[in-house]
Each structure stands twice: as structure tokens, then as C-alpha cells.
């Protein structure tokens, strides 16, 4: 059984970097089946696509979010890390991260249904 | 604003059928493949539809999904008040070279 659980400080102040790590069991960050996202949702609000890795070093990031955003994989630990920079009250969201079947087409490949989440982490912009 | 367009609300009685749309344009639900995801109340998301109409194991056979054009639409069947929850379409936008959500349908069953 596959399971992500999300894990980091649930208040990070204005101007900070918030880092969050996924922890990864009953799978591999190492598989080339899939990706490894993060998502995030305002309280009250939709889901936002923050971006993903994938184990061949690959990278896509939300266009609103790219300049801040670094997603990262440690295959020793099987974890992969969100880090957002430079963070106001607007960041404040659940963080979800979560495992994205990979789709190719006879031209490229791109992310598909996100098909394991975790339970998600409510991270708070505040001083 | 969302890039896919979802109405904020649906509703119908227990036993009845309901249909969620999702609109988008060519970039996106027109050339790539639509899922559907169920968020009950403070908890994350689930898949209940991939690939524009299939269904991953354990999800009830009450869900069903489709795609025409640049449109998909999620069904739901006899209803129950168990399915009262907020549903999501997404997809790949190959223009924005993104991920891509609905804004999200509150369905109540009444």
C-alpha cells in the first residue's frame, strides 16, 4: 500500500523560505513510472499545482510560482522536499503532496492523474 | 480564476443522478486526458476518474466520467449523503506547460 505523509513547520513568518518534506512508503521517488508533486490549497479556495520532480532530474513548475519554488528528491531517505521562498499571508495553504501517474504521447509525456495524496499540512504566513 | 470552468454548486435528492461539467479550450481537456477528484470535508483529495472515464479500484460504479471536445462531465448515481462533497476536475494545459484544476463543485444532496 502506498502512502505520502507530508511534514514541516506549520508557521513560517513573511519573507521566510517554507520547506516541507514527503516522506514516501510502499514505493520509490526512484520509479520512472511516475511523478512526485506538491499541491496546495487556500483555505476556502481550489487546488493550485505547485509543480513536480521527476527521477530523472526533470522539473515543472507552476508559472506563478516558478521563480520561488524548488522541488527535490533525496532517494536515500525516499522523501522528496518542497522549498518556497520569500513567502506572504497569500502562501498560506494546505500543502498536499502526491504521486502522478506519467502519460506519453508519440510526442512528449506529461503528468496525469494524481492517484496517491497525503493527508495534507496547513501552513500558516504570519509573524 | 480557474482555467477550467466548473459550476460552484450542485444539488439533488438521495437516489437521484447528478452531472458536474468541466469546460476548458484545446490546450488542455481538448488534447489531454481529464481526471476527477472527490475532497469530502476536511480531508485530501481522492481519485474517482482518470483517463476521462475510468475508475480506479474501489471507487463505485456509481461515478462515471466523459469527455467531448473541450468539455468533460463527471455523473454520479443514486445518490447518497456520503457523496456530499466538493469535486475537481484537472488536466494538463500543454500551453502553460502545467497542471491544471476546476474551481471546484459543492454538491449537496438534499
Known amino acids: 500500500q502506498v502512502q505520502l505523509q507530508e511534514s514541516g513547520p506549520g508557521l513560517v513568518k513573511p519573507s521566510e523560505t517554507l520547506s516541507l518534506t514527503c516522506t514516501v512508503s510502499?514505493?520509490?521517488?526512484?520509479?520512472?513510472?511516475?511523478?512526485w508533486s506538491w499541491i496546495r490549497q487556500p483555505p476556502g479556495k481550489e487546488l493550485e499545482w505547485i509543480g513536480y520532480?521527476?527521477?530523472?532530474?526533470?522539473?515543472n513548475y507552476n508559472p506563478s510560482l516558478k521563480s520561488r519554488v524548488t522541488i527535490s528528491v533525496d532517494t536515500s531517505k525516499n522523501q522528496f522536499s518542497l522549498k518556497l521562498t520569500s513567502v506572504t499571508a497569500a502562501d498560506t495553504a494546505v500543502y498536499y503532496c502526491?504521486?502522478?501517474?506519467?502519460?506519453?504521447?508519440?510526442?512528449?509525456?506529461?503528468?496525469?492523474?494524481?492517484?496517491?495524496w497525503g493527508q495534507g499540512t496547513m501552513v500558516t504566513v504570519s509573524s | 480564476q480557474s482555467v477550467l470552468t466548473q459550476p460552484p454548486s450542485v444539488s439533488a435528492a438521495p437516489g437521484q443522478k447528478v452531472t458536474i461539467s468541466c469546460s476548458g479550450s484545446?490546450?488542455?481537456?481538448?488534447?489531454?486526458?481529464v481526471s476527477w477528484y472527490q475532497q469530502l470535508p476536511g480531508t485530501a483529495p481522492k481519485l474517482l476518474i482518470y483517463?476521462?472515464?475510468k475508475r480506479p479500484s474501489g471507487i463505485s460504479d456509481r461515478f462515471s466520467g466523459s469527455k467531448s471536445g473541450t468539455s468533460a462531465t463527471l455523473g454520479i448515481t443514486g445518490l447518497q449523503t456520503g457523496d456530499e462533497a466538493d469535486y475537481y476536475c484537472?488536466?494538463?494545459?500543454?500551453?502553460?506547460?502545467?497542471?491544471?484544476f476546476g474551481g471546484g463543485t459543492k454538491l449537496t444532496v438534499l
Open positions: 502526491a504521486r502522478v501517474k506519467r502519460y506519453c504521447s508519440s510526442i512528449s509525456c506529461y503528468p496525469n492523474a494524481l492517484d496517491i
Open positions: 510502499g514505493d520509490s521517488v526512484s520509479s520512472a513510472t511516475y511523478y
Open positions: 520532480f521527476y527521477y530523472s532530474g526533470s522539473t
Open positions: 484545446s490546450s488542455n481537456i481538448g488534447n489531454n486526458y
Open positions: 483517463d476521462n472515464n
Open positions: 484537472g488536466t494538463w494545459d500543454s500551453s502553460l506547460s502545467a497542471k491544471v
